[in-house]
């Protein structure tokens, strides 16, 4: 089969093309997995992460991928949940404890890091992470739902919102469009600000129905209740502090953050920051629950997501889109290229 496959960790803007396509051998499945005959991939700013280094893979080399909608190609002989030409779809969470709090057991292991994911045409997978995929989504619009939906879901039920209570947003791609319809469906009265550091983000922002959109560093109108952060930099994290209201909550949706601007953080002050009751959380990785449920509010929207699709053996370029910031929306990889939309 056909896949683009990490063979060492590099830093994108010392070698932009950092995936080598390569001919590998279709996976061996379990008796408790089921083959995948992959259709769509999401690219996710995850992969960023582990081609440069933030969150290396376990071994190399490693197909990377998290966002992974394919077709049941063959079962194992103790599958039980799915059957052959299934629609089924994979997230970051490959395998975990099956607890509650599976996303923060040392069992958990990542799809597209720890274990090869959904840059390639097929990919093996245990029957239990393995999601039915609702038929009003193309195989596209379905893929950034796995991560940057999925742990957006987790990261507003996080955020402890009421219905009317203003939510900022930091950071608008793959993620944060889909956080924002979700918001607005869940919360109708709650106001959304988003913070971005586009024009064309700021302006993608209110055509979705933002009450207010700047810069990242801006102030808002007034005090926000909540804030979800989901850039890959330091300088969001104290400008969403402070523009939180008291008692305010910021919630951090990244895997990890970059050390371009880390320094920023020695002007944090106690008074302006982070007084008056104000908190901070972060959002570890996802739950398949957390996968299972989010599929099922996004049917009954149902979300629209917005996506940019290019060919399995163009990942590299996608990837370098989403790096500099050139997406509205989610960059999708699809393994057959007569589907492609570019829009």
């Given at each position: 089969?056909?896949?683009m496959?990490?063979?060492?960790?590099?830093?994108?803007?010392?070698?932009?093309?950092?995936?080598?396509?390569?001919?590998?051998?279709?996976?061996?499945?379990?008796?408790?997995?089921?083959?995948?005959?992959?259709?769509?991939?999401?690219?996710?700013?995850?992969?960023l992460d582990?081609?440069?280094?933030?969150?290396?893979?376990?071994?190399?080399?490693?197909?990377?991928?998290h966002?992974?909608?394919?077709?049941?190609?063959?079962?194992?002989?103790?599958?039980?949940?799915h059957?052959?030409?299934?629609?089924?779809?994979?997230?970051?969470?490959?395998?975990?404890?099956?607890?509650?709090?599976?996303?923060?057991?040392?069992?958990?292991?990542?799809?597209?890091?720890?274990?090869?994911?959904?840059?390639?045409?097929?990919?093996?997978?245990?029957?239990?992470?393995?999601?039915?995929?609702?038929?009003?989504?193309?195989?596209?619009?379905?893929?950034?739902?796995?991560?940057?939906?999925?742990?957006?879901?987790?990261?507003?039920?996080?955020?402890?919102?009421?219905?009317?209570d203003?939510?900022?947003?930091?950071?608008?791609?793959?993620?944060?469009?889909?956080?924002?319809?979700?918001?607005?469906?869940?919360?109708p009265?709650?106001?959304?600000?988003?913070?971005?550091?586009?024009?064309?983000?700021?302006?993608?922002a209110?055509?979705?129905?933002?009450?207010?959109?700047?810069?990242?560093?801006?102030?808002?109108?007034?005090?926000?209740?909540?804030?979800?952060?989901?850039?890959?930099?330091?300088?969001?994290?104290?400008?969403?502090?402070?523009?939180?209201?008291?008692?305010?909550?910021?919630?951090?949706?990244?895997?990890?953050?970059?050390?371009?601007?880390?320094?920023?953080?020695?002007?944090?002050?106690?008074?302006?920051?982070?007084?008056?009751?104000?908190?901070?959380?972060?959002?570890?990785?996802?739950?398949?629950d957390?996968?299972?449920?989010?599929?099922?509010?996004?049917?009954?929207?149902?979300?629209?997501?917005?996506?940019?699709?290019?060919?399995?053996?163009?990942?590299?370029?996608?990837?370098?889109?989403?790096?500099?910031?050139?997406?509205?929306?989610?960059?999708?990889?699809l393994?057959?290229s007569k589907?492609?939309?570019?829009?």
């Open positions: 089969m056909r896949a496959q990490l063979k060492r960790i590099a830093a994108l803007a010392d070698i932009p093309e950092p995936l080598q396509l390569v001919e590998v051998p279709v996976p061996a499945i379990k008796e408790d997995q089921v083959l995948m005959r992959i259709a769509a991939c999401g690219v996710c700013h995850t992969e582990e081609i440069e280094g933030r969150t290396p893979p376990a071994e190399l080399p490693v197909i990377p991928g966002e992974v909608i394919g077709y049941v190609e063959q079962i194992g002989a103790k599958v039980t949940l059957k052959v030409g299934d629609r089924v779809g994979v997230g970051w969470i490959y395998t975990s404890s099956g607890s509650e709090y599976e996303n923060l057991s040392s069992s958990f292991v990542a799809t597209g890091r720890d274990v090869n994911g959904g840059y390639a045409e097929f990919m093996a997978v245990g029957q239990d992470y393995a999601f039915n995929i609702p038929k009003v989504f193309s195989d596209a619009e379905a893929a950034p739902l796995l991560c940057a939906g999925a742990v957006g879901y987790r990261a507003l039920r996080i955020a402890g919102l009421q219905d009317g203003s939510l900022g947003l930091a950071g608008f791609g793959g993620s944060g469009h889909l956080v924002m319809q979700l918001a607005r469906h869940l919360y009265h709650s106001e959304i600000f988003v913070f971005a550091r586009s024009h064309a983000e700021q302006d993608f209110r055509d979705l129905g933002a009450a207010w959109a700047g810069d990242i560093e801006a102030e808002p109108p007034r005090p926000l209740r909540a804030i979800i952060d989901t850039t890959p930099a330091w300088r969001p994290v104290l400008a969403s502090l402070r523009n939180l209201e008291p008692g305010g909550r910021l919630v951090i949706n990244a895997i990890r953050k970059e050390s371009g601007d880390r320094s920023i953080m020695a002007e944090i002050d106690y008074a302006e920051h982070l007084w008056m009751e104000k908190e901070l959380k972060t959002v570890a990785n996802v739950t398949g957390d996968i299972a449920e989010f599929l099922q509010v996004a049917a009954e929207i149902p979300l629209r997501p917005t996506v940019r699709t290019y060919p399995l053996e163009q990942a590299n370029k996608a990837l370098q889109y989403l790096r500099e910031g050139h997406i509205r929306g989610a960059n999708v990889l393994m057959n589907h492609l939309k570019n829009n």
